[in-house]
Nanobody
Framework: QVQLVESGGGLVQAGESLTLSCVAS????????MGWYRQAPGNERELVAR???????TYGDSVKGRFTTSRDNAKNTVYLQMTSLKPEDTAVYYC???????????????WGQGTQVTVSS
């Protein structure tokens, strides 16, 4: 019923920038937090960024100062602006969100399918 779809991944060189987008669609009553995780081959999934419904943000230590997350509540969309990219940032980036679907009186957590970001040196 509820779906998250990421876009904007690709191949870039170290030092360049890239912006990811994630759109939530379906029967949605309210969205709480939205955020981004990433996972590289052989590694655990790690928090990249999270943003609450009123704009409070949290960042993982490895990206703080380089990445910025924002959201457009009218469009049910969250963004991840990545600058000064490093080869270590190469991973699949996943969008996630806590959403109250139309009907249920509780939040449920949803995940997108992921988008590949590759940074060459």
């Amino acid at each position: 019923q509820v779906q998250l779809v990421e876009s904007g991944g690709g191949l870039v060189q170290a030092g360049e920038s890239l912006t990811l987008s994630c759109v939530a669609s379906g029967s949605i009553f309210r969205i709480n937090f939205m955020g981004w995780y990433r996972q590289a081959p052989g590694n655990e999934r790690e928090l990249v960024a999270r943003i609450t419904s009123i704009g409070s943000t949290t960042y993982g230590d490895s990206v703080k100062g380089r990445f910025t997350t924002s959201r457009d509540n009218a469009k049910n969309t969250v963004y991840l602006q990545m600058t000064s990219l490093k080869p270590e940032d190469t991973a699949v980036y996943y969008c996630n969100a806590a959403i109250i679907p139309s009907g249920p009186n509780a939040f449920y957590e949803y995940w997108g399918q992921g988008t590949q970001v590759t940074v060459s040196s």
